[in-house]
C-alpha cells in the first residue's frame, strides 16, 4: 500500500495531489542542492587546494615550532643540570631538578607562543 500511494496509483483523490506537490518540492530541493555542490566544488578546488596546502603548511611549522621549543626547554635543562652535577658532584639531583625545570620552562614557552597565556590575552 505505501507503494501505492507513493506513485498515487491507489491513493485517495486527496492524496494524489499532495503526493505531487511533495515529490515536485522534493525535486525542486533536490535539484537546488546539486546545483549548490557544484557551485561549491568549482569555486573551492582551485583556490581550495592553494589555500588548504597553506594552512596546513602553517599549521605544520606551528607545530614545529611548538614542539622543537618544548624540546629545547627540556635539553637545555638537562644540559644546565648535568654541568652542575659534573661541577658539584652532586650526581642525579642537580640533572633531575633542572630537567623538570626545563620542562616547566618549555610548556611556559609553548603556551605562550600558542596565545593562550595571560599576557596574549591582555594585549601585551
Known amino acids: 500500500m505505501a507503494q501505492g500511494t507513493r506513485?498515487?496509483?491507489?491513493?485517495?483523490?486527496?492524496?494524489?495531489?499532495?503526493?505531487?506537490?511533495?515529490?515536485?518540492r522534493l525535486g525542486s530541493l533536490n535539484q537546488r542542492l546539486s546545483e549548490i555542490r557544484d557551485r561549491r566544488s568549482k569555486t573551492e578546488q582551485p583556490a581550495g587546494e592553494g589555500g588548504d596546502g597553506a594552512a596546513r603548511a602553517s599549521?605544520?611549522?606551528l607545530g614545529f615550532r611548538l614542539s622543537s621549543e618544548l624540546i629545547a626547554g627540556?635539553?637545555?635543562?638537562?644540559?644546565?643540570?648535568?654541568?652542575?652535577?659534573?661541577?658539584?658532584?652532586?650526581?642525579p639531583f642537580g640533572f633531575i631538578v633542572f630537567t623538570l625545570?626545563?620542562?616547566?620552562?618549555?610548556?611556559?614557552?609553548?603556551?605562550?607562543?600558542?596565545?593562550?597565556?595571560p599576557n596574549r590575552?591582555?594585549?601585551s
Open 59 to 61: 599549521a605544520m611549522a
Open 74 to 91: 627540556v635539553i637545555v635543562g638537562a644540559g644546565i643540570g648535568w654541568g652542575f652535577d659534573r661541577l658539584l658532584s652532586t650526581s
Open 7 to 24: 506513485h498515487g496509483e491507489n491513493g485517495n483523490g486527496d492524496e494524489s495531489p499532495e503526493e505531487a506537490a511533495l515529490s515536485a
Open 101 to 117: 625545570l626545563g620542562f616547566v620552562a618549555g610548556v611556559v614557552n609553548v603556551v605562550r607562543s600558542a596565545g593562550a597565556g
Open 121 to 123: 590575552r591582555n594585549g
